[in-house]
């Protein structure tokens, strides 16, 4: 625990006010030196009597004495308070004592009005400047000015006459009037002290739990990125055996479970993305790249992923053209308006879903508008925490994880494109982006799509210590017409390179997985192989690793590099790109 409890509070405030009255003790020790000699010295040049000097010699004895020395050179007078304490409190009951002496041994008897005036004077400046420096403990209030005053008093009022009693009680009201302000002032630095305290233990416990936050998330992250590899490995082989069993199926009458079985592990597939989505997004991994972004082909691109969703719930979709132009990351603007849309499609039953943007000076406007449920007001504020859904206490997977509304607003955050949110229950709810806009620019008509697939690499050699995985790949390549070597390490895969380099039918594609059998580091087995067999070994890296700093080092690497668990499709593609850029170079080359 952070926070003081009151013994503790009490102590640490009475540790301030010592050393803060034992700081301030030479300044003080000095006015109250100067004032007594100035008195004594009046007193001797009106009277000439020694008990003048006799006092003024007492008070030097007591000043020269300088008692709040001792505190400042003890070692560990802080640890020791209410000791130190009771010492300042006897020495300025000592001092008090010794200006309560002064009416009685420096006015003389009879009557002295003009010496009596001097002496009040004085030792009421004194009092209220002593006051002021010592009530920041509360026991030297009385000590410091009741026996100096009440002497006083006591000695004007012995006089006996009118004059010197008027004195004696003025004298008396002073005193009194002295002892509430010095209580007061004191009450006032207590308090401000307490406070200060207060919140620097207020202050200590958040930077606690601050850090406690952080390192909650850090390892969080670190816990995503750990248990993905794990996680994605089978994952990666579910997809790819199931690839081959449903080409296998297809025709068959059986190839309607194999398309579900597929469907479900997209579906698992789509889950981990988002999670390691929202693991790289907190970790600050993701660098957006701003550039001019037409919006016409992100609605086009949105429109074909989201059409036949929209059609299969009867929905209307629909996406109106813009020639708008807009400063953004599209990989990461694509990622933000598909997780809007897609929300919007799952909470919506009838009507329908609009797109549109629409320029305001500055910026451009995208609204995603829809028909359904709508969000009430108490939800409003929670529709961005992860794992939070409105109206899905069942947890239907059917609506997702409820997390990617928290990614929307990550991405917004990071791109600097608030977001704002209008709802009404059972009407339908509309989310806006604002974009900054920017002028249309030309663009360079793009070379024509072919339509048919690139032929995938004759010969691909394979490094995994997964004998799941090679299997899995090595049958969905088979099936595709590719011939496989599948090795577990790099000394396997370099005698394999070694005799194909040799023969009529060299490998193309190396693909590695960058885990390998007892910690070998498969980017250091790809890379030492691509420099030993030369550069048009084509190397595709596989990888469940999601640590910032490896994928950091893969980045660097200028390999090809692809997040487990791949879809045959994608790794087919990966593969097609690879052939394509090994064409190219060696058309370049001859």
């Known amino acids: ?100 002496l002064a009416p009685w041994l420096c006015v003389p008897a009879g009557r002295n009005l003009g010496l009596w005036v001097m002496v009040i004077v004085m030792m009421m400046g004194g009092c209220a400047g002593g006051a002021l420096s010592l009530a920041v403990l509360k026991r030297n209030i009385p000590r410091f000015i009741v026996p100096s005053m009440a002497s006083l008093t006591l000695a004007l009022a012995w006089r006996g006459d009118s004059t010197h009693l008027f004195l004696a009680s003025g004298c008396l009201l002073y005193m009194c009037v002295m002892i509430m302000f010095a209580l007061q002032h004191h009450r006032l630095l207590t308090a401000s002290l307490t406070m200060r305290f207060e919140k620097e233990a207020l202050a200590e416990q958040l930077s606690h739990q601050i850090a406690a936050t952080q390192r909650a998330s850090e390892e969080k992250t ?5 248990a993905s590899h794990d996680l994605r490995q089978p994952m990666h082989a579910i997809a790819l055996f199931g690839a081959v069993i449903e080409k296998k199926l297809r025709g068959s009458e059986d190839w309607d479970h194999a398309a579900r079985l597929m469907d479900a592990v997209g579906t698992l597939g789509d889950s981990l993305d988002t999670l390691l989505d929202i693991s790289r997004l907190d970790a600050g991994e993701v660098a957006p790249q701003i550039r001019p972004v037409e919006l016409n082909p992100l609605f086009l691109a949105l429109n074909n992923v989201f059409a036949a969703q929209a059609a299969d719930k009867e929905l209307q979709l629909r996406l109106r053209a813009t020639p708008c132009w807009v400063l953004s990351d599209p990989q990461l603007l694509q990622r933000l308006l598909s997780n809007l849309v897609d929300n919007a499609l799952k909470y919506t039953q009838r009507g329908g879903v609009v797109v549109a943007a629409r320029a305001r000076g500055p ?42 509304l928290s990614i929307v607003q990550r991405i917004s955050r990071l ?20 974009l900054p806009a ?12 072919q339509g048919a697939a690139l032929p995938l690499p004759h010969r691909v050699l394979i490094v995994d210590d997964e004998v799941a995985i090679r299997q899995a790949v090595t049958g ?30 060299p490998v193309e594609v190396l693909l590695c997985d960058v885990r390998l059998a007892d910690g070998a580091d498969g980017l250091a087995a790809a890379q030492r192989l691509r420099a030993r067999f030369g550069p048009g070994l084509q190397v595709l890296l596989i990888t469940g690793e999601t640590a910032p700093q490896r994928q950091q080092q893969m980045r660097d690497s200028g390999l090809q590099v692809l997040l487990k668990p791949v879809a045959a499709e994608r790794l087919l593609q990966a593969l097609s790109a690879l052939k394509r850029r090994d064409t190219t170079d060696t058309s370049m080359h001859s």
Do not use: K
């Open 1 to 100: 625990m952070n926070d003081l409890h009151p013994p503790e509070l009490a102590q640490r405030v009475l540790r301030e006010q010592v050393a803060a009255v034992h700081a301030n003790a030479p300044a003080a020790y000095l006015a109250d030196f100067l004032t007594a000699q100035s008195l004594g010295i009046g007193l001797f040049l009106a009277t000439w009597r020694w008990q003048v000097l006799l006092w003024m010699a007492l008070h030097l004895a007591l000043t020269l004495r300088r008692a709040y020395r001792r505190y400042q050179r003890s070692p560990d007078a802080a640890e020791h308070p209410e000791y130190w304490a009771r010492f300042n409190a006897r020495n300025v009951l000592l001092r008090s004592c010794v200006w309560g």
């Open 222 to 226: 670190r816990f995503l990125a750990a």
């Open 363 to 404: 910026v451009v406007w995208i609204d995603i508008c829809d028909t359904g449920i709508g969000i009430a007001d108490e939800h409003l504020g929670r529709i961005f925490d992860e794992f939070y859904q409105v109206g899905n206490p069942g947890r239907d997977r059917a609506r997702g994880l409820g997390i990617g």
């Open 415 to 434: 791109l600097a494109h608030p977001l704002q949110v209008r709802s009404r229950l059972h009407r339908g709810s509309r989310f806006r982006l604002v």
């Open 438 to 449: 920017v002028s249309a620019l030309g663009v360079a008509p793009s070379a024509a799509r």
């Open 476 to 505: 969905l390549l088979q099936a595709h017409g590719v011939a496989i070597d599948a090795v577990a390490g790099e000394a396997e895969a370099g005698a394999v390179l070694s005799h194909a380099a040799h023969g009529s039918a």
